[in-house]
């Protein structure tokens, strides 16, 4: 899934041998391979799970969006109390969608009001039109959801607490979805003038104007997209100006640029083309090509779907030559240069369904973007 937004809108266990000594089991049990799956490794992540957590901080706020159904759990180690802010589909309260009642005024002083806040102003509300349920958190307490709603929960500390160290404990969110495998995509980042779904084996060509934001979105997780930008006007004179990876990682000195101060993917020139606002994955790669014809014939796969034709193709209306490797920037795979023999090496990619990468246009550019076919990999399809 790509955006194109307007700027201004914006592993059998260790101590399983123990197991024969007792007839209920072990009732703790740990592993430090990680998940692993017939498929995949991942070394040092938790199994999958079908309940979604959250950690808030003392003085922290989250939120979550909850459908009609769902289970949503809170939970903390020792006393606590939560702020309980639940708005439904209008706009209006929607405590009684959780069996809550809204008795206490929001206080921005009593937690960090600040995302919450400016959520509400977007929608033309502020802190002074809700109010928040008060709910003591000892172990464990449970809310069926039995309507649509956004509901924050904020977890109230003083300020001087946090500096004492007698701040209240942090509070487990936890969401139990009574349809887990939904599609995840983030909130749009502000008035939408495209959107679009790169299907599987395919490659989409789309004109970005300067200071327009393209998102880049997995949609599933661990997927993979293969993305490279041109000069729009350039273009038209034949002359095709792109994102050089060699000029970019000589500027931002590391693989590829990151929001911040090193943020900007470069052309040949050094000239700014794209600056990367928001990267919620964080690992990716610009040293290899896109998939080519060859590297699946050398795999035993000839005349397979592959990137770089799919590029060339997706180019040739806007007068680009085709090639037969592309290099590109290739969001959410993971690769990374070994320390002691230099090699280029890779594995699983970090993406979460829902990880995006947001970027700023400098210029008038032609983008394309892929949906890697990737069949001989372990890596999932993409679909966007």
């Keep these: 899934m790509t955006y194109v937004t307007g700027f201004i809108q914006h592993v059998t266990s260790y101590m399983g041998w123990l197991l024969p000594m007792y007839e209920s089991g072990l009732i703790r049990d740990f592993s430090n391979i990680g998940l692993a799956t017939p ?54 309260d929607g405590s009684a969608l959780l069996g809550l009642s809204a008795d206490t005024s929001l206080v921005p002083r009593a937690f960090d009001a600040a995302r919450l806040g400016g959520w509400l102003q977007a929608r033309g509300q502020s802190l002074g039109d809700h109010r928040a349920a008060r709910v003591p958190v000892e172990d464990l307490g449970a809310f069926a959801v039995t309507g649509d709603c956004t509901v924050w929960i904020a977890a109230p500390s003083d300020s001087a607490t946090l500096v004492d160290g007698t701040a209240a404990a942090s509070i487990l969110l936890e969401i139990k979805r009574s349809a887990p495998n939904g599609t995840v995509l983030p909130e749009p980042l502000g008035e939408i003038r495209d959107e679009f779904t790169v299907p599987r084996g395919t490659a989409l060509a789309y004109e970005v104007a300067a200071g327009e934001l393209v998102q880049i979105i997995d949609v599933e997780g661990q997927q993979c997209s293969d993305f490279t930008a041109f000069r729009a006007d350039a273009l038209r004179q034949g002359d095709e100006v792109m994102i050089d990876s060699t000029a970019t990682r000589s500027m931002v000195r590391q693989p590829y640029p990151s929001p911040g101060l090193l943020d900007k993917f470069f052309d040949r020139d050094m000239a700014p083309m794209l600056r990367v606002v928001q990267d919620t994955c964080g690992r990716h790669d610009t040293f290899g090509l896109a998939c080519t014809a060859r590297s699946y014939e050398d795999r035993g796969f000839p005349g397979h779907l592959n990137c770089s034709d799919n590029m060339s193709e997706a180019l040739d209306p806007f007068g680009v030559v085709r090639r037969a490797a592309w290099p590109a920037v290739n969001f959410f795979w993971n690769t990374w240069i070994d320390p002691n023999t230099h090699q280029i090496l890779t594995e699983e990619s ?35």
């Design 350 to 384: 970090h993406s979460r369904p829902g990880d995006y990468v947001v970027m700023e246009a400098q210029d008038h550019l032609v983008c394309v973007s892929t949906a890697c076919p990737g069949a001989i990999s372990v890596w999932r399809m993409t679909i966007f």
């Design 39 to 92: 498929a995949r490794l991942f070394p040092g992540f938790p199994a999958r799970s079908d309940t979604e957590t959250k950690l808030i901080a003392p003085r922290g706020c989250e939120k979550v969006d909850l459908k009609t159904g769902d289970l949503l759990s809170l939970r903390s180690s020792e006393t606590a109390t939560a702020l309980v802010v639940a708005i439904d589909v209008s706009g209006a």
